[in-house]
């Protein structure tokens, strides 16, 4: 009987083993899709959710707020499938993130499961009332621009769709916007969509900041913002010392990175 119990242990420890190997050495892009597939038909446990969210707060912060630099971008209100999407993209190296590419591996993040559980927890996180935006200057071009090229992805208030994976933008930082942007039109970012890439390529670096600038600073409806000062009160005791200066967004910066 012992000796029984000592196999099955060692045979489920050397499966357990090999099965975390194989998913980091075969995590293809066809792999990457089937498991986002997966992740989204699943129920969302928001506490595991919010465990496991420890593993992003020391880069997208306690709030999800990212940093007005642009660096490490907003999370917080993002469609849950766009994140299960992007974890998976990211996990396939279909989308190049070296900074994150570690932690989003399935033996420090998990399954289908964890990504469905974490993608909730983010969900439903308030939004930033004071993400990074653009110059100001030019907001009229910036929504005609967003009403005739962008809108009918990305829907009228930049929402996101849901059904189709396309990310929600309003309130993301300007110049994180403008980043991404310019790496799907120059083809840097592998997993974006085709049709966008095609649109964009025609666009003047003048319509690019407009609409970006336009974009960062529409509003998620009521009660999706959290007010000015408002900490996550999930992560009570982070120390926010050591954090670099924009990431510290209970306030509005200085000033805001240049525009090009
Ligand atoms: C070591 C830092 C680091 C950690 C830890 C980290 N991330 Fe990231 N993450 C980044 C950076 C940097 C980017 C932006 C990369 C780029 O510019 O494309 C990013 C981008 C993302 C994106 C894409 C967002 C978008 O709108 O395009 C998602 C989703 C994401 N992270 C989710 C997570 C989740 C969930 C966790 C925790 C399980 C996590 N990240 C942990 C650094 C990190
Ligand atoms: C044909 C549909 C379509 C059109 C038109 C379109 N997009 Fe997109 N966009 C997408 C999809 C789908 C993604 C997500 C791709 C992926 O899975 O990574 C995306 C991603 C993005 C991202 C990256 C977001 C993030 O969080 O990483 C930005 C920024 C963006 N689009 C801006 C724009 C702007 C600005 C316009 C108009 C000038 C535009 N898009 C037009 C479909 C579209």
Redesign the pocket.
Known sequence: MVYKIARVAVVLGITYCTDSVLAQQHYGPQAAMEEAKRAVGMTPDPDRGRE??K??????GPEGW?SSS??????AG?LAV??IK??AD?RARN???P??F???MPS??GGAQE?AD??AY?AALPMSPLNDTGPGHDLELGRRVYERECAECHGDKAQGDAKEHI?LLLG?HYS?LK??FA?IRFGK?RNADEKMVKQIQRFTGREVSAVMDYISRLRPPEGKTAPIGWRNPDFPDFSRHNLPAPMLLHEKPAYSPAAD
Do not use: E, K
């Not at 593993?55 to 997208?60: A, F, T, Y």
């Open positions: 496991l969210y593993i992003c707060v020391v880069c997208h990212g642009g660096y490490y971008p907003q999370l993002q766009v994140t992007q974890l990211i989308r190049d993130n900074t994150m570690p932690f989003s420090v993040l990504m974490v993608a983010i990310p993301q994180y980043r991404q790496w970012r």
